[in-house]
């Protein structure tokens, strides 16, 4: 039985079939975009976390890393109840969309880009403040070298959060709604096709899932030696 | 700009109640080479960090010819005893410390690169340069910002001897070009061959300061005699 299904699973691949690169496509999509508005956000505000020292850092830090551990079903109720017709966001109408999925995804990672971000900027300030200092450099020029100094850590540190946003489903199931030809993703498409029986589709994601996994662990691997 | 003499008006550092530095009068007019000298844990580099503005003291407490450090912060430029560069190519290295001082990036360092005679390893990661190697393009990245005053944590330290040769011939030739250098080092031999002026410290109080000439031939306390006869 196994080996049938995997075969069904590889025809899917090798046949290109629409339903499964449809659901593949809007996956890379939803999560590509939340990633690229996360570290956007993320990667600024986790190195400026490291200069300016205040209460303000000791709390963003401290929830920054709470949060890296909220599960992603609490995540999406949260922003259900924020953007469900009756919500605070409920005008905005992204309920059951692409765009309540790339929210709550961008939400899911920001916690932990800010914490890594954080982390390997602390670390090479270390290496690098008296150097830094000695430039009489002002914090601002000292943050853009130091960033430009940790790019290797952080591609790893943005594909450390497209890896997590691309295995979530507990959060896009609840705000997108799984909607067949909309809101469908890899994830939310294997719990549904399993429930219903139709396990080579399942399988088939769950395969293209894989590999995405491996080629994000060997590009982290390769980023490491380099850096 | 004339930046000497140097003025040290009590300067009193300590950290979580040990004092580091203790009433510290120092008026220094050598133009060339000074040493300051001292056993391990003596308060050299903590000086060598106050007098570059690495470590923050009262304004008035150190003036450069009557301007207080941080005036003189931008003619300043540091070799620390582990040389820190960042993690680029040695030329990458050089251009960022240029570009960042408003120098013309690639003149500058080409200037360098052929006075350190450092050709041979501009383009290799400087994660991958030797020891040796190393402490030269922290000397280039110092002196790309043309500076008055260069600050050297014991740069010789942990170098062979052909390296310490090339090292202090560089030190030398700053010098008669009229940079004001201030070095740390242990080496004996290395404070005759090149110091103009030497200042002895020991937990955190001057016990010496005077031409390395003298240094020599003055009587000294049993601590300075030990330093001397085993250095």
């Known amino acids: 039985m196994l080996v049938n299904i995997l075969e069904t699973a590889f025809n899917l691949i090798i046949t290109l079939d629409s339903n499964l690169f449809e659901i593949i496509n809007l996956s890379l999509k939803v999560t590509l975009s939340?990633?690229?508005?996360?570290?956007?956000?993320?990667?600024?505000?986790?190195?400026?976390?490291?200069?300016?020292?205040?209460?303000?850092?000791?709390?963003?830090?401290?929830?920054s890393n709470t949060l890296m551990g909220m599960p992603p079903v609490v995540l999406g109720l949260?922003?259900?109840?924020?953007?469900?017709?009756?919500?605070?966001?409920?005008?905005?109408?992204?309920?059951?969309?692409?765009?309540?999925?790339?929210?709550?995804q961008t939400l899911l990672i920001i916690p932990i880009v800010v914490s890594l971000t954080y982390e390997e900027i602390y670390k090479k300030n270390k290496d690098y403040k008296l150097l830094l200092n000695s430039l009489n450099l002002s914090n601002y020029s000292k943050l853009k070298t130091l960033i430009y100094e940790c790019r290797y850590a952080l591609l790893t540190v943005?594909?450390?959060?497209?890896?997590?946003?691309?295995?979530?489903?507990?959060?896009?199931?609840?705000?997108?709604?799984?909607?067949?030809?909309y809101t469908r993703v890899m994830t939310t498409a294997i719990a549904f096709e399993t429930s219903k029986g139709s396990i080579e589709l399942a399988v088939a994601l769950g395969l293209i899932l894989l590999i995405i996994s491996l080629?994000?662990?060997?590009?982290?691997?390769?980023?490491?030696?380099?850096? | 700009m004339k930046i000497l003499p140097l003025k040290i008006n009590n300067l009193n550092y300590s950290v979580n109640g040990n004092n580091?530095?203790?009433?510290?009068?120092?008026?220094?007019?050598?133009?060339?080479?000074?040493?300051?000298?001292?056993?391990?844990?003596?308060?050299?580099s903590t000086l060598l960090k106050i007098l570059h503005g690495l470590i923050e003291v009262e304004k008035e407490t150190i003036t450069w010819n009557n301007y207080n450090n941080v005036k003189i912060k931008k003619y300043q430029s540091m070799v620390f005893q582990n040389p820190i560069l960042l993690?680029?190519?040695?030329?990458?290295?050089?251009?960022?410390?240029?570009?960042?001082?408003?120098?013309?990036?690639?003149?500058?360092?080409?200037?360098?690169?052929?006075?350190?005679?450092?050709?041979?390893?501009?383009?290799?990661?400087?994660?991958?340069?030797?020891?040796?190697?190393?402490?030269?393009?922290?000397?280039?990245?110092?002196?790309?910002?043309?500076?008055?005053?260069?600050?050297?944590?014991?740069?010789?330290?942990?170098?062979?001897?052909?390296?310490?040769?090339?090292?202090?011939?560089?030190?030398s030739s700053l010098s008669n070009?009229?940079?004001?250098?201030?070095?740390?080092?242990?080496?004996?031999?290395?404070?005759?061959?090149?110091?103009?002026?030497?200042?002895?410290?020991?937990?955190?109080?001057v016990l010496y300061q005077n031409k390395v000439k003298y240094f020599f031939s003055d009587k000294h306390c049993e601590l300075i005699k030990k330093y001397i006869n085993y250095g």
Do not use: W
């Not at chain 2, 530095?21 to 003596?42: D, M, P, R």
């Open chain 1, 34 to 63: 939340a990633l690229f508005i996360a570290i956007s956000i993320s990667i600024p505000l986790g190195a400026y976390l490291v200069f300016y020292k205040n209460r303000f850092q000791s709390f963003v830090v401290l929830i």
């Open chain 1, 78 to 104: 949260l922003i259900y109840t924020l953007v469900s017709k009756k919500g605070v966001f409920g005008f905005l109408d992204i309920l059951y969309t692409p765009y309540a999925m790339v929210l709550a």
């Open chain 1, 158 to 181: 943005a594909l450390t959060g497209f890896g997590r946003a691309s295995a979530e489903v507990g959060a896009v199931m609840i705000v997108g709604g799984n909607i067949n030809h």
């Open chain 1, 215 to 227: 080629i994000i662990t060997l590009i982290i691997k390769s980023l490491r030696k380099i850096g």
């Open chain 2, 20 to 44: 580091i530095l203790k009433n510290i009068n120092i008026t220094c007019e050598e133009s060339s080479i000074t040493i300051i000298a001292g056993n391990n844990g003596s308060g050299k």
């Open chain 2, 87 to 171: 993690n680029r190519t040695v030329r990458e290295n050089l251009e960022y410390i240029a570009q960042s001082n408003n120098k013309h990036r690639k003149h500058g360092a080409e200037e360098v690169i052929r006075r350190l005679n450092i050709k041979n390893i501009e383009h290799i990661s400087a994660k991958y340069i030797s020891g040796g190697e190393r402490q030269k393009v922290a000397i280039a990245m110092a002196i790309i910002r043309d500076p008055k005053i260069i600050f050297l944590d014991e740069p010789t330290s942990q170098l062979d001897p052909v390296y310490k040769n090339e090292i202090e011939h560089i030190i």
């Open chain 2, 177 to 205: 070009d009229g940079v004001k250098i201030f070095m740390t080092t242990h080496d004996i031999s290395q404070i005759k061959r090149i110091g103009k002026e030497i200042i002895f410290i020991e937990k955190g109080e």
